[in-house]
């Protein structure tokens, strides 16, 4: 498996090819609860790297998920429509937000690896 890399925001990527997945951390799943409801972006819409593209509600607050790079939308996981807590059961696998075509690729190396990220969260608490 490729190795993610992680946002201040809370979301990681997983670079594979030419498409990044994205999603929210076991981190950010946690901090909010219960996840009732994921407002997804529209299909290939162009964001840049830190827009608001997506929005998680739970039983606690909604949040904003940010892009962690710039591109375009190609794909969106419909079956959070459906089964939105598999945000909780399954962050960073079967639970990803939605996947984009990276204008730079090289943009996701300059994200946190799991230890920078690590001691990100853990010098918030």
């Given at each position: 498996?490729?190795e993610?890399?992680?946002t201040k925001?809370?979301?990681?990527?997983?670079?594979?090819?030419?498409?990044?997945?994205?999603?929210i951390?076991?981190?950010?799943?946690n901090?909010?609860?219960?996840v009732?409801?994921?407002?997804?972006p529209?299909?290939?819409r162009?964001?840049?790297?830190g827009?608001?593209?997506?929005?998680?509600e739970?039983?606690?607050?909604?949040?904003?998920?940010?892009?962690?790079v710039?591109?375009?939308?190609?794909?969106?996981?419909?079956?959070?429509?459906?089964?939105?807590?598999l945000?909780?059961?399954?962050?960073?696998?079967e639970?990803?937000?939605?996947?984009?075509?990276?204008?730079d690729p090289?943009?996701v190396?300059?994200?946190?690896?799991?230890?920078?990220?690590?001691?990100?969260?853990?010098?918030?608490?």
């Open positions: 498996m490729t993610l890399r992680f925001d809370h979301e990681w990527v997983r670079l594979e090819g030419e498409v990044a997945t994205v999603g951390t076991d981190h950010a799943q901090a909010l609860g219960d009732v409801f994921v407002d997804l529209e299909l290939g162009e964001v840049a790297a827009e608001a593209c997506a929005v998680v739970s039983v606690k607050a909604a949040s904003d998920v940010y892009a962690p710039a591109g375009r939308v190609v794909e969106t996981n419909a079956r959070l429509a459906e089964d939105p807590g945000v909780n059961r399954e962050p960073t696998g639970g990803w937000f939605f996947r984009i075509a990276p204008k090289a943009e190396a300059g994200l946190m690896d799991a230890a920078a990220y690590a001691a990100f969260v853990e010098s918030q608490s």
